[in-house]
């Protein structure tokens, strides 16, 4: 399931031009994600989850940061994400059906901002990198 | 059944008028087909669909977009009974097409992603919340008379 050249080169361009606001519309997504599928909400009971909450704000900076790294370390996911796929396995324990939601909802908040730069065959090439995190992030469950 | 809120029925007619359904259902079906080509499995018959722009302007495409989109626009005005609203229509994805149900949450989602990019703004996240809950809703009724 590796990224082509092509399609690594459509994610970095379109990351390129989130710039500095990643952690908004992952936020964005976060919020879109805790309202479409309530079942998530249960793995942030010590979260404040209302609308414009502070605390989404920063847990979607993290997620941000997260994927960022990821863009940035295409070659060696496994390597960059060790720890956040640690924290998910034993600390966390988020069964992964839960990431396939959350990037749904990724790709909703961007096909809803970005729609000029939301072809088809970008769709299918973040659709493909968010794919890679999610399985490395599950990779070492059991 | 859906259990969606008077705000949300209205929400979803509202929006549901502002798009051309048939565009929706189009672009869809071609986003389902580009981003998860294993579900071209079921359509050798329609011709190219070698490349992303294959795929989106193929009329064989457009056409069965539009049959898949004016089923589920029948289903929005049956919210209450979409598992009576789309019972032959599970029977025949199961017993003549052979359809695996988890191909029904893919299109689904799909259909929301496309509303998405052409409602933008107005695609907030309480009408994302129900939509899913139709989407989701149609995705059981169609896999109800599985066996």
Redesign the interface.
Known sequence: MALSAAERAMVRALWRKLGDNVGVYAT?AL??TF???PGTKTYFPHLDLS?GSAQVKAHGQKVADALTLAVDQLDDLPGALSFLSDLHAHKLRVDPANFQLLC??L???L???F?GD????M??SL?KFLSRVTSTLASKYR | MVHLSGEEKTAIATLWGKVNADEVGGEALGRLLVVYPWTQRFFDSFGDLSSATAVMGNPKVKAHGKKVIDAFSNGLKHLDDLKGTFSSLSELHCDKLHVDPENFRLLGNEIVIVLAHHLGKDFTPKVQAAFQKVVAGVANALAHKYH
């Open positions: 964005e919020e879109r309202l479409a599928f609308p749904h909802c790709l909703v908040t096909a809803r901002h729609p939301f072809s088809p065959a769709q299918a659709d």
